[in-house]
């Protein structure tokens, strides 16, 4: 299995930084979703959380026994069509079946993160980290035009990925690895978007009140606009979901994802 694994891992002295910022020393983390409101640390904001009775704790048992019911079913019934895929990725480009990345977990956790593999085999991180730049950077003026849109979202016509990566990305197929995340406790059915570790460093404060949930399959963003929608949009969703979480807000975002992965909206 591990020669068949493609791992992205940023360096050392860059998983110390992450790690350092986010669990050494807490950042103030908005309570609301304007971030010129008050805030408070990590620690306060985890107990707020937990007195509303809506934050998707680690320690929630129904919604963890959720995760591993999908999970382990999920594994089991689409094993045929995941040894295909596997099949097709090695028919279609050299390289492993799986990519592998460090992302940024529960409070800032370090996790290794699985993909089916869609890009070509030592393709360079520096096209996506700039396109986070942009994004992060809330550039909405190029936002007005397709033409300026197009700019915006331009990994859509990305050269690094292959014939058959474009079919997985489209039919978001490439995800389904991450039901081994999900089964393994790293990753939660629904919640954020796993964050990249370049991506976390590029954070404002109150983005990183995100990370104090399991990092998710899907969630509120994947089936509200997904790519349509710009960073800050993506962040304020997350924490709209954290704030109003509840077992029956996952169970209808995860078949709110079935109708949008059926239509392929905002998949590319």
Request: hydrophobic share 40%; net charge neutral.
């Amino acid at each position: 299995m591990p020669d068949e694994i493609a791992r992205s891992e940023p360096n050392s002295d860059s998983e110390s930084s992450i790690e350092s910022a986010l669990m050494a020393e807490p950042v103030q983390h908005s309570v609301s979703q304007n971030p010129q409101e008050g805030s408070l640390d990590a620690t306060k904001a985890e107990h707020a959380f937990q007195a509303t009775g809506h934050h998707p704790s680690a320690n929630s048992k129904a919604k963890r026994m959720v995760d591993l019911i999908v999970s382990i079913s999920g594994l089991a019934v689409l094993s045929p069509l995941l040894t295909l895929i596997a099949a097709l990725i090695k028919f279609d480009s050299p390289g492993p079946v799986i990519f592998s990345q460090k992302r940024v977990g529960l409070n800032g956790k370090l996790f290794q993160f699985y993909k089916f593999r869609s890009m070509y085999q030592e393709s360079s991180s520096e096209i996506h980290r700039d396109y986070i730049k942009e994004l992060i950077c809330g550039k909405k003026e190029l936002q007005q035009s397709p033409d300026e849109r197009e700019k915006v979202f331009k990994l859509a016509k990305d050269q690094r990925i292959t014939k058959f990566g474009r079919i997985l990305r489209r039919t978001s197929l490439d995800e389904l690895p991450q039901l081994m995340n999900v089964l393994r406790g790293d990753m939660s059915l629904v919640g954020p978007r796993p964050a990249i570790t370049y991506e976390v460093e590029m954070y404002k404060d109150w983005y990183r009140r995100r990370l104090t949930v399991l990092p998710g399959m899907t969630g509120l963003w994947q089936t509200r606009g997904r790519s349509q929608r710009t960073f800050d949009e993506m962040v304020e969703l997350d924490l709209e979901y954290i704030d109003q979480w509840s077992l029956w807000l996952d169970l209808k975002i995860l078949w709110r994802t079935v109708f949008v992965v059926l239509r392929r909206e905002g998949a590319w």
